[in-house]
Nanobody
C-alpha cells in the first residue's frame, strides 16, 4: 500500500483559509473511503472528514459548514478546503487511505501542520 502524501499546511490567522491536499496513487477511484484526521498537541487523534467512492461526504460537527472535502480522481488527490479557521483547528492533519478494493489496509500519511493564531 502506497503511503499517502499530505501538503498545504501552514500558519494563518483566525478566519483565514487553507487547502490541504492528499495524494494517494490508485486510491481515489477505488472502492474505499478516504479520510482526514487531526491531532492537536497532547490530544487524541480525531476524525475530521471522509469522502466515499460515490462522492458522499461526511464531517465532524466541529468543522461542518467550514470544511469541504473533495477529490480529483484524474490526479489521485483528495482536498480539504478549510475556511473560517479557528485556533482550535490547530493540529497536525493526516490523510488515511484504506486500500483500493478491499478497504482493509489502513495507511497513514506523515501529516501536515496547521497552525491558527488568534
Amino acid at each position: 500500500q502506497v503511503q499517502p502524501v499530505e501538503s498545504g499546511g501552514g500558519s494563518v490567522q483566525a478566519g483565514g483559509s487553507l487547502r490541504l491536499s492528499c495524494t494517494a496513487p490508485g486510491t481515489t477511484s477505488g472502492r474505499c473511503a478516504i479520510d482526514w484526521y487531526r491531532q492537536g498537541t497532547g490530544k487524541q487523534r480525531e476524525w475530521v472528514s471522509s469522502i466515499r467512492p460515490d462522492g458522499r461526504t461526511e464531517y465532524a460537527n466541529s468543522v461542518k459548514g467550514r470544511f469541504t472535502i473533495s477529490k480529483d480522481t484524474a490526479n489521485d488527490t483528495v482536498y480539504l478546503q478549510m475556511n473560517n479557521l479557528k485556533p482550535e483547528d490547530t493540529a497536525m492533519y493526516f490523510c488515511r487511505t484504506l486500500g483500493v478494493w478491499f478497504c482493509n489496509s489502513p495507511t497513514w500519511g506523515q501529516g501536515t501542520q496547521v497552525t491558527v493564531s488568534s
